[in-house]
């Protein structure tokens, strides 16, 4: 029992400091760029890497041309230096913040709601005292309402030209239709969209027109649950992203022969006002899922490509 207690007792306490420049100079490329974001010479990053070595007990660094890179044990503890990091900051944000009040307002679109219940939980666990004011709308009103300090926060689906705008990643479009839609003949293609400041319905319009393929408004609707109702409808085909598609649609690139649509940015935007430690927790969170979920939109988007890109063309509905 005695060896055990001094076992323990003689354990390395490693320094969290020293941790963080490991991650900086991983992050930035380099112990020299590593002491210039942190504001410190050379030789002290230098220092503490040769004490984080001797604390470690194994070389986590070889030379690489005229530079360094991390060994094995130095990836390894690297990785481990990120999770020490995280949660060291999580606690902080927990404790800090559950003395913070007041109200953030974060707005998103429709398309990404699903992603808001996890970031909504964390956020609320981190500063149980915010009170939050969500916006689920349009991207355009969105946009406005960062431009009338309206909203704090917000997920935008492009805009990417606007002032401050911080591009998260890019959204795969794609055509979507019931499974159960056939294009009519000798007819303009029916299509089923949103409001007139929709993106994805310019872009769609867009695409036809210049691929000269007739088409016409068949469905209008305000809101997305009304387009998916009128897509189910077989009132006609809409572009979007393949996102949350519902039981009974299909997507794909080419749908039906439909020229490709590309894909289209994903930004952040944040109000000029909005600065502080709850704003930028709110942006971190939104970001991260964000990526996640643009990475899923990918994969779906390839599944779906496979699957479903096996419809008649529309050649014959082009314009002679």
């Given at each position: 029992?005695?060896?055990?207690?001094?076992?323990?007792?003689?354990?390395?306490?490693?320094?969290?400091?020293?941790?963080?420049?490991?991650?900086?100079?991983?992050?930035?490329?380099?112990?020299?760029?590593?002491?210039?974001?942190?504001?410190?010479?050379?030789?002290?990053?230098?220092?503490?890497?040769?004490?984080?070595?001797?604390?470690?007990?194994?070389?986590?660094?070889?030379?690489?041309?005229?530079?360094?890179?991390?060994?094995?044990?130095?990836?390894?503890?690297?990785?481990?230096?990120?999770?020490?990091?995280?949660?060291?900051?999580?606690?902080?944000?927990?404790?800090?913040?559950?003395?913070?009040?007041?109200?953030?307002?974060?707005?998103?679109?429709?398309?990404?709601?699903?992603?808001?219940?996890?970031?909504?939980?964390?956020?609320?666990?981190?500063y149980p005292r915010m009170q939050i004011e969500l916006h689920v709308d349009g991207n355009a009103a969105l946009r406005d309402a960062i431009d009338n300090a309206r909203l704090d926060v917000a997920i935008i689906i492009g805009h990417e030209d606007r002032a401050?705008?911080?591009?998260?990643?890019?959204?795969?479009?794609?055509?979507?239709?019931?499974?159960?839609?056939?294009?009519?003949?000798?007819?303009?293609?029916?299509?089923?969209?949103?409001?007139?400041?929709?993106?994805?319905?310019?872009?769609?319009?867009?695409?036809?027109?210049?691929?000269?393929?007739?088409?016409?408004?068949?469905?209008?609707?305000?809101?997305?649950?009304?387009?998916?109702?009128?897509?189910?409808?077989?009132?006609?085909?809409?572009?979007?992203?393949?996102?949350?598609?519902?039981?009974?649609?299909?997507?794909?690139?080419?749908?039906?022969?439909?020229?490709?649509?590309?894909?289209?940015?994903?930004?952040?935007?944040?109000?000029?006002?909005?600065?502080?430690?709850?704003?930028?927790?709110?942006?971190?969170?939104?970001?991260?899922?964000?990526?996640?979920?643009?990475?899923?939109?990918?994969?779906?988007?390839?599944?779906?490509?496979?699957?479903?890109?096996?419809?008649?063309?529309?050649?014959?509905?082009?314009?002679?």
């Amino acid at each position: 029992m005695a060896s055990s207690t001094f076992s323990r007792a003689a354990r390395t306490n490693l320094d969290l400091d020293t941790l963080r420049t490991l991650a900086v100079a991983s992050d930035r490329g380099g112990l020299a760029q590593a002491a210039e974001h942190l504001g410190r010479t050379p030789s002290a990053i230098s220092l503490q890497m040769k004490r984080l070595q001797e604390d470690l007990g194994t070389p986590i660094f070889r030379k690489r041309g005229r530079g360094l890179a991390l060994t094995e044990a130095g990836e390894i503890a690297l990785s481990y230096a990120r999770r020490m990091l995280g949660l060291n900051d999580e606690l902080l944000d927990k404790m800090h913040g559950a003395n913070l009040a007041g109200r953030i307002r974060l707005g998103c679109p429709q398309d990404f709601a699903s992603i808001l219940p996890s970031v909504l939980s964390l956020f609320a666990s981190l500063y149980p005292r915010m009170q939050i004011e969500l916006h689920v709308d349009g991207n355009a009103a969105l946009r406005d309402a960062i431009d009338n300090a309206r909203l704090d926060v917000a997920i935008i689906i492009g805009h990417e030209d606007r002032a401050g705008a911080q591009i998260v990643g890019r959204l795969a479009l794609a055509w979507i239709a019931s499974s159960t839609f056939v294009l009519p003949k000798k007819q303009p293609l029916p299509l089923a969209v949103l409001g007139s400041q929709c993106i994805f319905r310019r872009t769609a319009l867009q695409r036809l027109e210049a691929a000269h393929i007739p088409h016409r408004i068949s469905a209008n609707s305000h809101s997305l649950n009304g387009l998916w109702a009128a897509l189910l409808g077989g009132l006609g085909i809409t572009a979007r992203t393949p996102l949350n598609l519902p039981e009974g649609l299909v997507c794909a690139e080419s749908l039906h022969g439909l020229p490709p649509l590309g894909s289209l940015p994903v930004t952040l935007h944040r109000h000029a006002g909005s600065q502080g430690v709850t704003s930028d927790r709110m942006a971190s969170l939104l970001v991260e899922a964000l990526e996640f979920a643009l990475q899923s939109n990918t994969a779906t988007g390839s599944m779906a490509l496979a699957r479903n890109d096996v419809a008649p063309r529309v050649a014959k509905h082009k314009a002679r």
